[in-house]
């Protein structure tokens, strides 16, 4: 375990496997969805916003600038099956089936098996007002990144005063 694990108050989990982040940068199981960043194949300088909400596969995808994507018309687009893909490299099969509440029919969940169960259900296309809060924890964490490592504590990253303060 490194220096950065041990000194972390959070519990750290390592990757079901490890994944590349050109594609999808960003993914996480949050606010009752699957959700995250999925590049663009056809411009490098835009990026989807797109996510899955548990137990209904209500879908939706649209641009940082809050513009539809193309290929979300009724059905799940290119980009939502690069997160669902991408979340099971990051969660495993089974964690984001039992989070989207799917139950694959053939037992052993996988990538393919959850895109097609969830999509054979006619889900909604949601709401994209997702998208925004998505994109900024997203903005945030690549600034993180930015930063040097070290085990001190972030002046930002401190809300609660130590316990040991006087008042």
């Known amino acids: 375990m490194s220096d950065w694990e041990r000194s972390s108050t959070a519990r750290v989990t390592t990757p079901a496997r490890p994944r590349k982040l050109a594609k999808v940068p960003f993914v996480e199981l949050a606010d009752g969805r699957l959700q995250g960043v999925v590049s663009s194949g056809s411009d490098i300088g835009r990026v989807y916003v797109s ?9 939706a995808c ?13 059905s799940f687009c290119n980009h939502i099956r690069a997160l669902i893909n991408e979340a099971v ?12 509440k799917a139950e694959p ?6 990538a393919q098996t959850l ?23 997203f903005l945030r964490h690549l600034a993180y990144l930015e930063l040097a490592p070290t ?6 990253m401190q809300w609660f005063p130590p316990t040991r303060a006087v008042a």
């Not at 996510?51 to 879908?59: K, L, M, Q, R």
């Not at 649209?62 to 009724?74: D, H, I, K, Q, V």
């Not at 490299?89 to 989207?100: D, H, I, K, N």
């Open 89 to 100: 490299l990051q969660y495993g099969a089974e964690r984001v089936a039992r989070y989207l």
């Open 105 to 110: 029919a053939d037992g052993e969940p996988s």
């Open 51 to 59: 996510s899955v909400a548990a137990a209904t596969y209500a879908f």
């Open 62 to 74: 649209s641009t940082n600038n809050n513009r539809p994507c193309g290929g979300a018309r009724g």
């Open 151 to 156: 085990t001190a504590p972030l002046p930002e």
């Open 115 to 137: 895109a097609h169960d969830m999509s054979a259900a006619r889900p909604p296309q949601g709401d994209t007002k997702a998208a925004a809060p998505v994109f900024s924890r």
